[in-house]
C-alpha cells in the first residue's frame, strides 16, 4: 500500500523558513515523479515544485521561484521542500503527491498525481 507522510509543517513570521519533508512507502521510489502542492480554504490546489526523482530535474510555480527548494533523498525515499522568505501568502496546507508518471507540461495539475499524503499546515504571521 502505497503511503505518502507529510511534517515538517508549523507557524513562522514571514521571512522565515520551513523545511517540509514526505516520507514515501509502499512502491519503487526512484523512478517516480513526485510534487509538493498547497491549498487553502476557498482555492484551488497550488502545484509549487515538483522533482524526477531519477534525474534530479524540478520545476517551479513563478510564485515561488528562488525562494523554494524541492529536492529528494532516494535512500530514504524522502521528498523535502526547503521555504525560505516566507510570505503571509505562502500559508497554506502543503501536500505531497507521487505519480509514476506524468507529462512534464503539466506537473502542476494535481490529475497527473495518483497518490497523495495527508497534508502539514504551514502558517505564516505577518
Known amino acids: 500500500q502505497v503511503q505518502l507522510v507529510e511534517s515538517g509543517g508549523g507557524s513562522v513570521q514571514a521571512g522565515g523558513s520551513l523545511r517540509l519533508s514526505c516520507v514515501a512507502s509502499?512502491?519503487?521510489?526512484?523512478?517516480?515523479?513526485m510534487g509538493w502542492f498547497r491549498q487553502t480554504p476557498g482555492k484551488e490546489r497550488e502545484g509549487v515544485a515538483a522533482?524526477?526523482?531519477?534525474?534530479?530535474?524540478?520545476y517551479y510555480a513563478d510564485s515561488v521561484k528562488g525562494r523554494f527548494t524541492i529536492s529528494r533523498d532516494n535512500a530514504k525515499n524522502t521528498l523535502y521542500l526547503q521555504m525560505n522568505s516566507l510570505k503571509p501568502e505562502d500559508a497554506a496546507m502543503y501536500y505531497c503527491?507521487?505519480?509514476?508518471?506524468?507529462?512534464?507540461?503539466?506537473?502542476?495539475?494535481?490529475?497527473?498525481?495518483?497518490?497523495w499524503g495527508q497534508g502539514t499546515q504551514v502558517t505564516v504571521s505577518s
Open positions: 522533482i524526477y526523482t531519477s534525474s534530479g530535474s524540478t
Open positions: 503527491a507521487a505519480s509514476p508518471s506524468w507529462t512534464v507540461l503539466r506537473w502542476a495539475a494535481g490529475s497527473q498525481y495518483k497518490y
Open positions: 509502499g512502491y519503487t521510489y526512484s523512478g517516480y515523479y
